[in-house]
Structure formats: structure tokens, C-alpha cells
């Protein structure tokens, strides 16, 4: 199948090294201590945090640090006419462990001993890379929950297909077979901290593939920021500052 036409345009559309329309939206569930809505093209998720708070198993309770729990799951109606369990299989529980592994290294958990911080997203729609925009949901519900991070992770992926590297698969991409990488970025510690690969793919060409993700992972951090700072605005004018 031919997923870059002669013209240089994907399926949907996009060049090669564009990615799709982000749109997030902060503060979607009211009784959440943090919450955020993300979008990258068709694939919409949302983030609930709650905490820090008390610990609710307390053989589990870390006198050095907050325990961070993560649960994701995909709704029944996320996805076309793939029906597959959407809680508790093993992609979820996979999934769920990446996320909360991602988000453990930007929070400064050693701040919040003896405490317990919820991470939950959900995939309301699902058009491939649910992982990125979960874990982007999630930088943005944790920062407004307040919780202390030593930087805004952020997360987008890359495939190569065509002998093309492209940016953020969507699910027809995505179930082609090619190779493609996930990649977890902190922007202002310039440090990867997550890297997932389906398939195999050239030594040659990796390191293209996954710069392509890392430019994506920086312009998602660009509008984070961007979608953080309105909203302070937003809530000091209420506030009438
Ligand atoms: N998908 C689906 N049903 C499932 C699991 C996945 O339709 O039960 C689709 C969905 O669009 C998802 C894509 O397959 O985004 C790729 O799934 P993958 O496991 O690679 O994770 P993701 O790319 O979403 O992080």
C-alpha cells in the first residue's frame, strides 16, 4: 500500500514530518484534583489525577517518596469494529505500567512522602498513538493538580514506512506492519525517558526516526506551555488579579 503518494502526502493528507491537530482543554472533570482533555487528530483522550493524598494500601506507603498509581483504559465505544476487552488485558496493563513509569520521572515524588497520586486515562477515541496522547493528558492534569514536576513530559511517535519516517501514526499507519517508535521527552532537561519499538528497524535509519518523534515530543511541549499559560490566565482574570 502506498502510504506517501508521488505528490509527498499521506493518507490524510499531512507531509511526512507533520503532525496532527492538537487540541487540549484543561479542568474536564470537576471532582478530579487535576484533569485534562487531549486530542492528536482523531485520537482523543482524557486525564483524571487525584492527589496527593493519603495512602489507601499502607504496606505500600513509601516514607520516601509518593506512591504513583496509573490506570489506563480504552472506552467501549473508542474504537471502530475492533472490539476487544478494554479493561484488564494485557496491552492495558502494559500500557497503564509505561505511563506510570513516564510520569514517575517527572514528578519529584521525594516532595510528597507518605502519599498517594492516581493517574487515570481513558482513550474516548481511538485513531492510533493512545499512549502519546494519554501521557500528555496526564503531563497536563498533574500540572493542574498542582503536583511538583521537575519538567513537562511529553510524548509522541514515529514510524518508517515507504522507506519514509514519518510523524505520529495514525491507526492505518500504525497497522501497516512497519516500524515505529514511541518516544517519552523531558523538553528542558533534553533527556528521552521513554522508547518503545514495534518491529524492527535499520540501525541506520533509527536515529532519524527517533529525532523525528523528539521534534514532535518538543512541539507538543511548545503547546502544553502554551495551553498552561491560558489557563492561568484565564484563572487569575476570574479571580479579578
Ligand atoms: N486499537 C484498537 N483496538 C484495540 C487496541 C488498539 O482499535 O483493542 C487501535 C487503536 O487505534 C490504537 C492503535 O490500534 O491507537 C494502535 O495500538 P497500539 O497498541 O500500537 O498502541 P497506541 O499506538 O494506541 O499507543
Known amino acids: 500500500m502506498e502510504f506517501v503518494n508521488p505528490e509527498g502526502l499521506r493518507l490524510d493528507g499531512r507531509r511526512p514530518m507533520e503532525m496532527r491537530q492538537l487540541r487540549a482543554e484543561i479542568g474536564a472533570v470537576a471532582r478530579a484534583d487535576g484533569s485534562a482533555v487531549f486530542e492528536m487528530g482523531n485520537t482523543k483522550v482524557i486525564a483524571a489525577v487525584y492527589g ?3 495512602v489507601q494500601n499502607k504496606s505500600q506507603q513509601s516514607n520516601d517518596q509518593a506512591l504513583v498509581r496509573c490506570e489506563y483504559t480504552m472506552a467501549n465505544f473508542s474504537t471502530g469494529d475492533r472490539k476487544r476487552k478494554p479493561k484488564g488485558d494485557r496491552r492495558s496493563t502494559e500500557i497503564s505500567l509505561v505511563i506510570r513509569q513516564t510520569m514517575e520521572a517527572c514528578i519529584l515524588t521525594h516532595l510528597m512522602p507518605r502519599s498517594q497520586i492516581d493517574i487515570y486515562v481513558q482513550v474516548l477515541q481511538a485513531d492510533g498513538g493512545t499512549r502519546s496522547a494519554c501521557i500528555n ?105
Request: charged letters at 25%.
Open 52 to 54: 496527593p493524598r493519603e
Open 137 to 241: 493528558a496526564a503531563t497536563l492534569a498533574l500540572a493542574d493538580a498542582g503536583i511538583p514536576m521537575r519538567d513537562l513530559v511529553t510524548s509522541c511517535s514515529s514510524g518508517y514506512l515507504n522507506s519514509t519516517p514519518l510523524l505520529d501514526l495514525n491507526y492505518l499507519e500504525d497497522s501497516a506492519g512497519g516500524p515505529d517508535v514511541t518516544v517519552g521527552f523531558l523538553p528542558k532537561l533534553d533527556r528521552v525517558t521513554l522508547l518503545q519499538m514495534d518491529a524492527k528497524l535499520p540501525v541506520d535509519i533509527v536515529e532519524n526516526v527517533m529525532q523525528l518523534a523528539i521534534e514532535g515530543c518538543k512541539a507538543i511541549a511548545t503547546y502544553i506551555r502554551e495551553v498552561l499559560l491560558e489557563n492561568t490566565k484565564q484563572l487569575e482574570y476570574r479571580r479579578g488579579l
